[in-house]
């Protein structure tokens, strides 16, 4: 689901999947073949412990799926219901089948929670059960997974109670993360469990065929036992590794691909062209500050919130951007990127709200004040930090260049130290809190302001840097608790914690990440979505 640092890959790793070519309406097996690149190859296909579910959301089905613009519609779940309090829902299932012809039940979605929020099963999304009753205690070994509020009623009927009411509970339900595994075949492939597409079965409408744990292709093949299978049209669709832009470029060009996403550089060429798409994902890139970094005077530094705002009236985001994408886009408010949520009263697009001070204002003469009251307040002349970065995001080169030239030359005695690394070693260092400031990108779960907010929150997991203001903490509780079945002073709580982030620059939000793509025009349907699942195939055909 997203990208947790210019570093590595959470939800979004299999999210920047490219599409491509489709069917047509003769069922022509032929014709019905996608041809798609992607750019990083699959790491499990366990829906427990995977950290994306960009594209596999067309193999690994759940009770629900996103449609046009994030919308939950129904999938394994034919029907729900929710209680007065929002506290208890009641999903009944349809008839349906998993890939090998065994029924899909109300217990593989028993089984499937309970194995996920299981301690030795180390799943990162584990968090995300916390608001299901005793979810947070079993995650932390203190409680039986069976005692987790999830509950068979009878083979087609799965109740779930939970701690408190969650507004986004019905597009959280259409995470794969969420849907059912089957027992029968966790305890058959034991350890080799989601390491090859052959040890796995799958409940959605494709299959993946292909794939041994390390290959560079594999393929989705039509689920036949899908339960809506008449009305998928594609066959097959095939995915190569192409990580280089230009040779992904190149194959669009000669026809092997339909589908290319376009490097900042590629972008400036096609601007006009009829076949460019906006496949953005909300993401924001941002640095990520380390509160609690090893080296005591970097910590004391860092800890200084002169500093942190000295740095963010430092960097003029908009040329920053334009050297990112180049040309400007929607300049950033805050942690929250435009297109992800909105009010739920007047429409209003959440970052719209959350942004109506200076912080990520460029201004030099302020920056400067700001940074000479800290020097002052911390007894030195000199600040020398050290700004990590990943080597495989193609924009880690461009932006920690422009943000070591911007803060050295506006901040005297400023100097800003590259580390750009592996992104697998970046992600190691984050987790053992090696880092002194990160270059991170975070995206988003599902559409609701708190699959971002919920990052810098004091204790989860991903919050690396340990971010810890209590009046933030304290917003994000009463959202969560109070204010929980009240959408609008639940969405106001959040507006609150947005701007209490900018203020304190907890982090200091750079830019929104865009993502165009060229789409050859006789693909037809491709139902790309935001936040979540990002790719959904099911109505995607060739027009001829």
């Known amino acids: 689901?997203?990208?947790?640092?210019?570093?590595?890959?959470?939800?979004?790793?299999?999210?920047?999947?490219?599409?491509?070519?489709?069917?047509?309406?003769?069922?022509?097996?032929?014709?019905?073949?996608?041809?798609?690149?992607?750019?990083?190859?699959?790491?499990?296909?366990?829906?427990?412990?995977?950290?994306?579910?960009?594209?596999?959301?067309?193999?690994?089905?759940?009770?629900?799926?996103?449609?046009?613009?994030?919308?939950?519609?129904?999938?394994?779940?034919?029907?729900a219901k929710t209680s007065k309090d929002g506290k208890t829902w009641t999903f009944h299932l349809r008839k349906a089948k998993w890939s090998d012809g065994k029924d899909i039940t109300a217990n593989d979605f028993v089984y499937s929670w309970r194995r996920t929020v299981m301690p030795k099963t180390k799943a990162g999304y584990a968090y995300l059960f916390n608001n299901v009753e005793n979810g947070e205690a079993i995650s932390n070994g203190q409680m039986s997974p069976n005692k987790l509020g999830i509950h068979a009623l009878n083979k087609q009927t799965v109740q779930i109670k939970l701690n408190r009411p969650i507004a986004y509970f019905k597009t959280l339900m259409a995470y794969p993360l969420f849907g059912p595994q089957s027992q029968a075949a966790v305890n058959k492939y034991g350890d080799k469990y989601g390491t090859n597409s052959k040890y796995m079965v799958y409940s959605g409408p494709f299959s993946i065929e292909g794939w041994n744990g390390t290959n560079d292709k594999w393929s989705y093949v039509k689920n036949n036992n899908y339960w809506d299978a008449k009305n998928i049209k594609l066959r097959k669709i095939n995915y190569t590794v192409v990580a280089n832009p230009t040779t992904s470029l190149n194959l669009y060009n000669q026809g092997k691909i339909d589908v290319t996403a376009l490097s900042s550089e590629q972008l400036k060429n096609y601007k006009t062209n009829p076949e460019m798409h906006d496949y953005s994902y909300s993401m924001t890139t941002f640095l990520r500050y380390n509160f609690k970094d090893p080296d005591e005077q970097n910590r004391k530094i860092i800890n200084n919130l002169n500093i942190r705002k000295a740095i963010s009236l430092a960097i003029d985001r908009n040329q920053l951007n334009e050297s990112i994408l180049g040309f400007n886009t929607k300049k950033i408010t805050g942690f929250v990127p435009f297109g992800l949520a909105n009010d739920p009263k007047t429409g209003k697009d959440f970052a719209d709200q959350q942004g109506d001070n200076n912080s990520l204002a460029y201004n030099k003469k302020l920056a400067k004040q700001y940074y000479e009251k800290g020097l002052k307040e911390l007894g030195i002349k000199h600040v020398s930090l050290t700004l990590m970065g990943a080597d495989d995001d193609a924009n880690t080169s461009v932006a920690t260049q422009y943000l070591k030239s911007q803060l050295e030359s506006v901040l005297p005695g400023f100097s800003l130290n590259l580390r750009t690394i592996p992104g697998k070693l970046a992600t190691q260092n984050l987790n053992k809190g090696n880092f002194d400031i990160a270059l991170s990108s975070w995206g988003g779960d599902f559409k609701d302001p708190i699959t971002f907010l919920q990052i810098p929150e004091r204790n989860t997991p991903y919050n690396f840097g340990n971010y810890n203001d209590s009046k933030y903490n304290e917003l994000l509780k009463k959202a969560a608790t109070t204010d929980a079945n009240d959408a609008n002073k639940r969405w106001q709580d959040l507006i609150n914690a947005s701007k209490e982030l900018n203020d304190n620059q907890g982090i200091s939000p750079l830019y929104q990440v865009r993502t165009y793509y060229l789409q050859k025009s006789n693909v037809k349907d491709i139902i790309h979505n935001s936040a979540g699942p990002q790719w959904n195939y099911t109505r995607t055909f060739i027009k001829k």
């Open 1 to 79: 689901m997203k990208k947790l640092l210019a570093v590595s890959s959470m939800t979004i790793l299999l999210g920047t999947v490219l599409a491509a070519c489709g069917n047509n309406s003769n069922n022509d097996a032929k014709t019905q073949t996608l041809n798609l690149s992607a750019t990083s190859q699959l790491s499990t296909l366990d829906v427990s412990t995977s950290t994306g579910y960009g594209s596999t959301g067309n193999a690994f089905s759940s009770f629900y799926k996103l449609g046009d613009k994030g919308k939950p519609i129904p999938d394994l779940a034919k029907s």
